[in-house]
């Protein structure tokens, strides 16, 4: 007999959400692992004693986890998300008739809380992956991507130097139409202060932005695509972005110039868990950011009792205090150099014991004096022969060239250079590149494509550390529940259970045995 459905909304109903979500779900699970009770205390100093209540910070932070759980990076989608899903509602508190929290309450909270709140989340739930020994410590995989900023490249303005601006425009670059005329999209709001809106790059830095602009100046207005703002050259020296001052222009090779973030990660080898994650400016060099990198990786493996032995980066982090600075902490550093590393003239023999070279024709250029490269800020050896043993010889054309002595600059850290290139280079450096290929490149694709990094919706570098975060946070949860999961399913867990029951029992009986005087 064919059925028919009659649907008629019941006044009184009785229901439980516990009743209706299943054993296995997701966020059954997580809610059952998670424990942000110590929020409470944390955040207590951040409100008043008087006043409307807020937002329960547990319910908030849950929130926000839902929201890069789910790659939503919409405050207004998220509510509607989790209206609709019975199984958030029961992970963040909720029942079905009570209603969610209003989605600038949640704009408004992130902004209160400070990066320390956050980062302070991130350890907790690390300590969880240790606790469960998902995280080996030892070998820490380093890496960077750039993350798209808030702030459209339409709405980028020049920087004022303290001259006029027209001349200023005459001296630097040609002037087209873009630049007589307004922002193709004028910022509502100028959050820029006056030093992110005056030009501090030196008249070198200058002339070279002046060098590489020669060849648009021709056909700046009339060539395709010149409409765009991106399709000009634009600089960090030269222009700033009103909307969000702290976003920088920055490139991959074949993508298009845009506003960004740099996102600094760091990933434990053993099990893919984020060790340590942190919002930069996009024009910074990765190099730059090492060692802060390493000190708050130490400090934070330590306390959880963990040693902290192969640092694995990529040549974007090579630099000769770097290689010093990881020998100085007790570090391998498995970095490969850039390739115009040299330590010597081609054809040249340094000899260690008296820190000088031999030249082809077995001449002495001896070590003269260290100083700071002017360009590069890096500290550097200077080797000079006197023009009297260069007198005569029979490679003097080729080797000289137009001055009459032989003198060339090599880099302060040398040793460190060759110990660092004899370990990328040994079987272990090889291991450890494949580790770092197939180890932080993969985190980074996930994050960016289905934990909610794909864009910064926040304003400012201190708010994108805390989407940061958030991202990592919930990317550490999921790989927690995934390992418990298989672990449970293998079968480990209730091996644990039974060597420990054995053992308990036998240190029981040894100690009745005790108790009892009874030798055997």
């Not at 949640?106 to 300590?127: A, G, M, Y």
């Amino acid at each position: 007999m064919q059925g028919k459905k009659e649907y008629q909304e019941k006044l009184f109903a009785s229901f439980q959400l516990s009743e209706r979500i299943p054993k296995n779900n997701f966020y059954r699970r997580l809610g059952s692992a998670l424990d942000l009770g110590f929020l409470y205390k944390l955040t207590r100093p951040y409100y008043g004693e008087s006043g409307q209540k807020s937002i329960d910070p547990v319910v908030f932070f849950k929130l926000c986890l839902v929201g890069y759980l789910e790659n939503l990076i919409s405050d207004r989608k998220l509510i509607a998300h989790c209206s609709m899903r019975l199984d958030i509602l029961y992970f963040i508190g909720y029942d079905i008739d009570e209603e969610l929290p209003w989605h600038s309450t949640i704009s408004r909270t992130r902004q209160l809380f400070p990066e320390s709140v956050f980062e302070e989340v991130f350890t907790n739930i690390l300590q969880l992956c240790i606790e469960k020994g998902m995280v080996s410590g030892h070998t820490q995989a380093i890496d960077s991507a750039p993350v798209k900023a808030n702030a459209s490249m339409d709405t980028l303005e020049l920087k004022v130097p303290e001259e006029e601006l027209k001349e200023h425009l005459v001296r630097i670059r040609a002037i087209s139409a873009m630049d007589r005329e307004v922002p193709h999209r004028k910022s509502k709001d100028n959050k820029a202060d006056k030093g992110d809106r005056s030009i501090t790059a030196s008249g070198k830095e200058l002339n070279a932005i002046k060098s590489r602009n020669k060849k648009w100046a021709k056909d700046q207005d009339q060539r395709p695509g010149a409409g765009n703002k991106g399709a000009k050259y634009t600089s960090n020296k030269t222009h700033y972005s009103p909307t969000d001052p702290d976003a920088r222009i920055s490139v991959k090779p074949g993508k298009a110039r845009k506003l960004n973030y740099l996102s600094q990660l760091s990933v434990d080898t053993a099990h893919h868990v984020i060790t340590d994650i942190r919002a930069c400016h996009a024009d910074g060099k990765d190099n730059q950011q090492l060692q802060d990198i390493v000190q708050r990786l130490q400090r934070r493996l330590w306390q959880q009792g963990l040693v902290f032995e192969n640092c694995v980066a990529d040549t974007g982090y090579s630099s000769g205090e770097n290689y010093a600075f990881l020998e100085n902490q007790g570090l391998k550093s498995f970095i490969p150099p850039h390739g115009t590393y040299k330590g010597g003239p081609d054809g040249f023999t340094y000899i260690r014991e008296h820190d000088n070279y031999l030249c082809p024709q077995g001449k002495v250029i001896p070590f003269k004096k260290v100083f700071l490269d002017s360009r590069t800020k890096t500290k550097k050896k200077a080797y000079r022969a006197s023009s009297k043993i260069c007198k005569g010889c029979s490679i003097m054309e080729s080797c000289l060239g137009k001055v009459n002595e032989k003198q060339f600059s090599v880099t302060y850290y040398r040793a460190e250079y060759e110990r660092n290139i004899a370990r990328v280079e040994s079987p272990q450096g090889r291991y450890m590149k494949g580790k770092r290929q197939s180890t932080v490149e993969p985190v980074f694709g996930t994050l960016t494509q289905f934990m909610g990094m794909r864009k910064i919706n926040t304003i400012g570098l201190e708010q994108a550390n805390k989407v940061m975060h958030l991202s990592a946070i919930a990317y550490n949860l999921k790989k927690y529940l995934k390992f418990e999961l298989k672990r449970s399913n293998s079968g480990l867990a209730k091996l644990a259970f039974k060597v420990f029951i054995k053992s308990t029992v036998q240190d029981m009986f040894s100690v009745f045995l005790r108790h009892q005087k009874v030798t055997f």
